[in-house]
T-cell receptor, first 114, second 113 residues
Framework: DAKTTQPPSMDCAEGRAANLPCNHS???????VYWYRQIHSQGPQYIIH???NNETNEMASLIITEDRKSSTLILPHATLRDTAVYYC???????????????FGQGTELSVKP | EAGVTQFPSHSVIEKGQTVTLRCDPI?????LYWYRRVMGKEIKFLLH????????ESGMPNNRFLAERTGGTYSTLKVQPAELEDSGVYFC???????????FGSGTRLTVV
């Protein structure tokens, strides 16, 4: 079973920031938080990941709480092309536990509206 | 850099037939994964190769599914004989050993009728 909990759906206005929450209260000390998204019927796309510190890349920012029990993915200026299902996944490093496989939950369906 | 390539993109077969799906990972990626999404369900892990060795095949549903990875390059997933419940989208993903972000292919949509 997935170790994360996400709202099933969210709306966001185009050009505004999209903040997608995720709860992972049972996360272990060496497990990472990953975010992927799936646009329509394409393959999942890696967005970002982090362990303890906040992370930022060209796609998004990841804010992880100090106790690591929850996190927020931020798309700073959402566009219509960001409409997708977003998955928050907790995963151990290679060589740990089950070797790094991803366990997908239901994700959050983000709709960006004009 | 070429992405992960899957072939065919779509396959429609009759129950009882055999189908072979192929995945070409990104060159140099030692890790190769198979996942699938069946109708209305979440994306589920099937198995993980490290080079040509099966690292984890705990997600393979039954012995009708056989995965191989010849010489640590491309991989095939054979379903024999196919059943109706095997219908879904099969995804392949790859990553380098020391990287944590997978690159997924576009998937093969399998329909068993």
């Amino acid at each position: 079973d997935a170790k994360t909990t996400q709202p099933p759906s969210m709306d966001c206005a185009e050009g505004r920031a999209a903040n997608l929450p995720c709860n992972h209260s049972t996360i272990s000390g060496n497990e990472y938080v990953y975010w992927y998204r799936q646009i329509h019927s394409q393959g999942p796309q890696y967005i970002i990941h982090g362990l303890k510190n906040n992370e930022t890349n060209e796609m998004a920012s990841l804010i992880i709480t100090e106790d690591r029990k929850s996190s927020t993915l931020i798309l700073p200026h959402a566009t219509l092309r960001d409409t997708a299902v977003y998955y928050c996944i907790v995963r151990g490093p290679f060589g740990y536990n089950q070797g790094g496989k991803l366990i997908f939950g239901q994700g959050t369906e983000l709709s960006v509206k004009p | 850099e070429a992405g992960v390539t899957q072939f065919p993109s779509h396959s429609v077969i009759e129950k009882g037939q055999t189908v072979t799906l192929r995945c070409d990972p990104i060159s140099g990626h030692d890790n190769l994964y198979w996942y699938r999404r069946v109708m209305g369900k979440e994306i589920k892990f099937l198995l993980h190769f490290v080079k040509e060795s099966k690292q984890d095949e705990s997600g393979m549903p039954n012995n009708r599914f056989l995965a191989e990875r010849t010489g640590g390059t491309y991989s095939t997933l054979k379903v024999q004989p196919a059943e109706l419940e095997d219908s879904g989208v099969y995804f392949c993903a790859s990553s380098p050993w020391d990287s944590y972000g997978y690159t997924f292919g576009s998937g093969t949509r399998l329909t068993v009728v």
